[in-house]
């Protein structure tokens, strides 16, 4: 409803037989009234008060009817008030004038979508649905259908109708498809499941009987085919007879079961070979050729082995199988061996070795042990009448090594190792390694005994890279000690000094946690001071992570500084940097004025941009979408106040907003009015 009259700041009330059923403000003079809870006005007449805010002054009141038996028409004018637009509890618009001409046919609401469905046992179907129904402004003459809910419906597709027509003739039609679909497939009441086994008798095929499968449908079959019928001629091997059994909506059913045609096992191979031996030669294996047999009627013929292959040293079973299609007929087999008549060969057999020596002084002889190869044989064991590192006699000595493969095929190395006078140096008491603290120069003076050199043979001279005492810079340094005899000869003892950094590095004011709060982008810029590092020796790297005015993202970030010297030692420090999202909030328009007056003429919502995911609709108060968006543009969205291009009409709209960003989602439900 509209005022029409006079004051600033109006207020309603409207009363029925029962008391207040509504009150508000006015948006543009205008107005809504309902009944309580979806029930009729109490009574047949309500009455509508207006209030200005100074002073609650009742500054107009008028009674208007609200039955048709009085009726109040659209346009009407009651005292201060004009009626706009009503309607009734069931939907239907007001009693329309009496000089307006009605051209609008009836509303019908929830038409009934396409139904599909599944037949019963007799091929038809019992179909209920929710029935539609219809309004009209000026009344409903009447509603018809082709069908009920609840007929029974045949196979196929049929259409309901369901016809409005109003008090002026005009007329409106509802119309969906009933389909009702017969997929229950046919079913076979008789069916072989055992496989049919005849042998052939000296033919490659044979004639086969069964009696046929038996199907029925519950709508009536179409036809019951087959690939073969009994008495037909099979092939040797294994065929599958299938039935098929179509009804009248084209699903089938099948029925199958096999047919295997043999060949007697006596008649199935010929040709088969005996037993073959053949010579290895050098190689550990030999290549065999040989005459295939041959299958009967066309049988798959394979075998372990085929002609032209390698055998290695031994003996082989070599077997034929001839095989229908899923069993095994017969098989045939013979053997293959192969004998080794290659030795195995010692290589690298060493020469005669000479040494000299002092009287008095043991001699060990040295050598490299020879290779031994066999074509066949990997593991063969080798038998030695000497080792390297015996001791020898002066003289002439023969060391002889000997092996057999598994053939009995053998295989010697000889040479002799003759003795000398020679000198011979032998160290003893090798320090061991020393490991020792740097002092405050980040050195240390470290001293050891000698070792002691034992030679009866012959003079010798020691020497060192290092002495005791000497000074050692931190780290690991090998001392050598060399004896050489006068004829060249050399003996060598090493140890290694070992000198650690008594201090170790370390990492000075680390940082604490750091906690801050992100920008309207959702990352911030976070400061510190850099820790500090200290060494007592040498030099050292301090790196990092991440640096002070780094950019970091909402969430927990760990910042982490290692310290590197030069002696390889690590030491590490770190601290967390947390940044929390900023609380949002989001101021929303009220009034929207599409006049092109500059002023509220469009509902804008800013300042989003942060927000990955926006979703924004605008509902009338019937429920209907006029808006929707699912984006911002630059962190912005606007509403003309149009649907279709058209402005809506004036009145309340509601707003929902769902924005998600990474890390958390805003809500926010409202009103707006909407005046032209």
């Known amino acids: 409803m509209r005022y029409l009259g006079w004051g600033i700041g109006l207020r309603y009330s409207v009363t029925d037989d029962s008391g207040n059923v509504g009150n508000g403000f006015l948006i543009n003079n205008t107005f809504t009234v309902n009944s309580r809870n979806n ?13 200005v ?4 002054q009742i500054i107009a009141t008028e009674t208007i009817n609200t039955s048709c038996e009085d009726p109040v028409y659209q346009g009407d004018r009651i005292g201060s008030f004009m009626v706009l637009a009503g309607r009734s509890l069931r939907g239907g618009s007001i009693c329309c004038a009496q000089s307006t001409e009605d ?3 009836p509303q019908i609401t929830d038409c009934p979508a396409d139904i599909n469905i599944q037949v019963g046992n007799n091929c038809t179907r019992s179909v209920d649905w929710d029935e539609p129904y219809a309004t009209d402004e000026c009344g409903v003459a009447s ?17 309901v109708t369901y016809t409005a027509r109003d008090n002026a003739g005009n007329e409106s039609i509802c119309a969906f498809n009933v389909t009702v679909s017969d997929n229950s497939k046919p079913v076979f009441t008789t069916c072989n499941k055992s496989k049919i086994k005849v042998d052939t008798d000296g033919a490659c095929n044979a004639s086969v009987s069964w009696t046929p499968p038996m199907a029925r449908d519950n709508c009536g079959m179409a036809s019951l085919t087959s690939n073969f019928s009994p008495g037909d001629i099979f092939p040797i091997g294994k065929t599958t007879v ?8 084209g699903n089938t059913a099948t029925c199958s079961f096999d047919v295997q045609v043999k060949v007697r096992e006596s008649e199935a191979i010929s040709g088969c070979l005996n037993d073959i031996r053949v010579s290895a030669g050098a190689a550990c294996g030999r290549q065999v050729t040989w005459q295939v047999p041959q299958a009967a009627c066309s049988l798959s013929l394979t075998s372990n082995y085929e002609p032209g292959e390698i055998f290695p040293i031994g003996t082989t079973e070599v077997v034929y199988t001839a095989f229908d299609e899923d069993e095994n007929i017969a098989t045939c087999s013979f053997t293959i061996t192969v004998i080794d008549e290659t030795a195995p060969v010692f290589s690298n057999c060493p020469d005669d070795i000479y040494i000299e020596r002092n009287e008095g002084c043991e001699v060990t002889a040295s050598w490299q042990i020879p290779d031994l190869t066999d074509n066949c044989d990997e593991d063969i064991m080798v038998e030695a009448s000497h080792d390297p590192g015996d001791v020898f006699p002066l003289g002439v000595t023969e060391v002889t090594y000997s092996a057999e493969d598994n053939s009995g095929l053998t295989a010697t190395c000889k040479f002799k190792v003759v003795v000398s006078e020679v000198p011979v140096l032998n160290t003893n008491n090798c320090p061991k390694n020393i490991t020792v603290s740097a002092n405050n120069e980040c050195e240390k003076s470290v001293s050891w005994e000698a070792p002691v050199l034992v030679n009866t043979c012959t003079d010798f001279t020691l020497t060192s890279n290092y002495q005791p005492g ?23 003892c090493s140890f290694n000094v070992i000198v650690e950094n008594a201090i170790k590095p370390s990492i000075s004011k680390c940082p604490t946690t750091i906690k801050v709060k992100a920008n309207s982008e959702g990352v911030a810029k976070v400061e510190w001071e850099v820790p500090q590092a200290i060494i007592s020796c040498g030099s050292a790297e301090l790196t990092s992570s991440h640096e002070p005015g780094d950019i970091f993202e909402i969430g927990t970030t760990e910042v982490v500084y290692t310290l590197n010297n030069d002696f390889d030692e690590t030491v590490s420090c770190s601290f967390q940097v947390i940044v929390v999202e900023e609380e949002f909030k989001l101021e929303v328009q009220k009034i929207v004025t599409p006049n092109n007056d500059n002023y509220n003429d469009e509902w804008i919502i800013e300042g989003i941009s942060r927000f990955k995911s926006v979703h924004i609709r ?6 209907s979408e006029v808006f929707k968006a699912t984006a911002s543009n630059n962190g912005q969205v606007i509403w003309d106040g149009t649907y279709r291009g058209d402005i809506v009409p004036s009145g309340t709209y509601y707003y929902l907003i769902k924005l998600d960003s990474e890390s958390s989602t805003f809500e926010q439900k409202g009103f707006l009015e909407l005046i032209k």
């Open 470 to 492: 000497d000074v050692f810079a931190i780290g690991t340094t090998e001392v050598t000690y060399t004896a050489k005899d006068d004829v060249g000869n050399l003996s060598t």
């Open 143 to 159: 509603f018809t259908s082709s069908y009920q809910p609840g007929d029974e419906f045949p196979l196929g597709t049929t259409r």
């Open 618 to 623: 605008i509902i009338d108060r019937w429920g």
């Open 103 to 105: 051209n609008l046919p």
């Open 53 to 56: 805010l100074i002073g609650n």
């Open 39 to 51: 029930q009729p006005f109490r009574g047949g007449e309500i009455t509508v008060s207006v209030i």
């Open 242 to 249: 299938t039935y098929t059994s179509t009804d009248n909506s």
